[in-house]
């Protein structure tokens, strides 16, 4: 584990274990299995007919989080988590040290970049930061890319690309408003052409608000527009 900065810690999981396990599309997602908070031994859950349960009948921690873009051979996969101080997987990405084990499932389909789009307009918030960075890195440098990212504070900007088409807004949260506010206030604010291609990914609700502003104001194509709930205020677990 090593810090990226207050919010964030990049979690490297290594071995032949990872042997294969191929990431070829930015934004894509993994499922991490994780030992409950009590305990530090992993335990596999086992099918129970409908659903995977341990072995005392307690559902799995298992949380969703964006792999690092990989090679079949890399055995190397890394994690960009998100410190948010009250969840399994942020604790446990907090306190990891080496050798510490978890099991990965996946991955799970990424987001394919539209190259005949006038122009994107991508969105998230910390959890967002990984698969944004990666759609930066293989977006064409032909499409101007704006990118509106809140964050908790603005220390917790990170270094995304460098390059003319793309520019990006750091939001700083809105104080005492629900998480995801700037963000989709800045979303649904920005300038659409009817070309445009978004991705927002962040809070359920935040995003709902965009969803519902474009699709159901502005009548904007549902095929061209990517919003994805990561989390959920108050609930524990991934949102969608
Ligand atoms: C496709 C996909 C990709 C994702 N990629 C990443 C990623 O790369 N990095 C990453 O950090 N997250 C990512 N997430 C989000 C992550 O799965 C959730 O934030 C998850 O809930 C974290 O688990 P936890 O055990 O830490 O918290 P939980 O036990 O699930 O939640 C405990 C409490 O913390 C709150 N909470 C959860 N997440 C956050 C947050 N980000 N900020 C503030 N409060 C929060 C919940 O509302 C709840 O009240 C992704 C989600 C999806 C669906």
Redesign the pocket.
């Known amino acids: 584990m090593s810090p990226l900065n207050s919010r ?1 810690v990049r979690v490297t999981f290594a071995g032949p274990e990872l042997d294969g396990l191929v990431v070829r599309e930015p ?3 993994i499922r991490l299995l ?1 030992p409950p908070r009590d305990a530090s031994e992993l335990v596999i859950p086992i099918w129970r007919g409908n659903e995977f349960l341990l072995p005392d009948d307690v559902k799995p ?1 298992i ?5 690092s873009l990989m090679e079949a051979t890399s055995r190397q996969l890394k ?4 410190l ?10 907090a306190n990891a040290r080496v050798g510490d084990s978890a099991a990965v499932s996946g991955p ?1 389909r990424g987001y394919t970049i539209t190259t005949n789009a006038s122009d994107y307009l991508i969105g998230g ?7 944004i960075r990666q759609l930066l890195v293989a977006m064409p440098t032909s499409i101007p890319t704006r990118v509106c990212i809140e964050v ?1 504070s603005l220390d917790v900007r990170v270094d995304l690309v460098h390059a003319d088409h793309v520019s990006v807004d750091w939001l700083a949260s809105t104080p005492g408003a629900p ?1 995801g506010t700037a963000l989709a206030d800045a979303a649904i604010a920005a300038p659409i052409a009817p070309d445009t291609r978004v991705w927002i ?1 962040g ?1 359920a609700a935040a995003v709902q608000r965009v969803r519902r502003h474009l699709f159901a104001e502005r009548e904007f194509p549902r095929t061209q527009a990517t919003i ?13």
Do not use: C, M, Q
């Open positions: 964030l934004g894509a997602s994780l921690t949380r969703t989080f964006t792999p994690l960009d988590v998100v948010h101080g009250n969840g399994v997987a942020s604790e446990w990405a799970g918030d910390e959890s967002a930061i990984p698969a908790t998480p990914a809070e994805r709930g990561y989390w959920k205020h108050g609930r524990a677990g991934t949102a969608d």
